[in-house]
């Protein structure tokens, strides 16, 4: 598990997306018939424009901030024309409803893909400006759940309730690559009942609306798993060329 995986209350969710694990039980809250897969785009995270010196051209007329910068410090993408953009990111998640009756084998994996990512300082995982990075990212997504695996007394029962917000994380592992025109390969397959093994169960009908998906750097140390400061590098987006 990594950093900041904690219960939330009133989390501001950014973007909602809902997938649902269909089983058997009456459901007593309202849901879909269906909501899955949910496939999300990556892009570069940017600072917020807090002190305009510009105008967007129209019809977008707002005020705007010269010279953009990155959310994080350590990583980066290609840029011509020092280098080839070529990175392409992805967080893909499904659900599958297993059958009524033990073993539980409802589940919901998840799976994190990402190109060319390069190092922008020398630090943890980066030998130098411009290297391929080579420690490790951290997906995290907020979560609302609503589900029927609830009681007054701690332990679950048949209740249907929705938990307070969490936040779930996972590792993504970073290889450099030998063509010099692309940064390093990030990629993570995993299981939501990995993180949390066992919270799909059979006939326990789960709703689960997603936050924004974001991608952290590793930190000083380039590990996921340490909590060293740690700065947004991708979060869910789309790219107009």
Known sequence: MGRGVAPRVGM??????????VSQAAATHPRPKGATP????????YQPCTAPDRTHGPPLAFPSCSSPQQVTT??????????????????FM?????APGPPDDSGAPMTTSITDVRCAAAGGGCAA???????????????????????IAPGGGTDP?????????????????????????????????????GVAKDTKRMLLELGAVRILDGGADGNATTDDGAQTFLTQGVFIP
């Open 12 to 21: 501001v969710f950014a973007a909602i997306a809902t997938l649902v694990l």
């Open 38 to 45: 949910m496939r999300v785009s990556l892009v570069p995270a």
């Open 74 to 91: 350590r990583l980066t993408v290609g840029n011509p024309p020092a280098a080839p953009a070529n990175m392409i990111g992805s967080f």
């Open 94 to 98: 499904r659900v599958h409803a297993g």
């Open 129 to 151: 400006p411009g290297a391929d990075y080579a420690g490790q990212l951290e997906v995290r997504i907020g979560m609302r759940l609503s589900d029927h695996y609830n009681a």
């Open 161 to 197: 309730a929705t938990m307070q917000d969490i936040e779930i994380s996972a590792p993504v592992g970073c290889v450099a690559t030998s063509d010099p025109a692309v940064g390093a390969t990030c990629n993570n397959f995993t299981y939501l009942e990995a993180l949390y093994p």
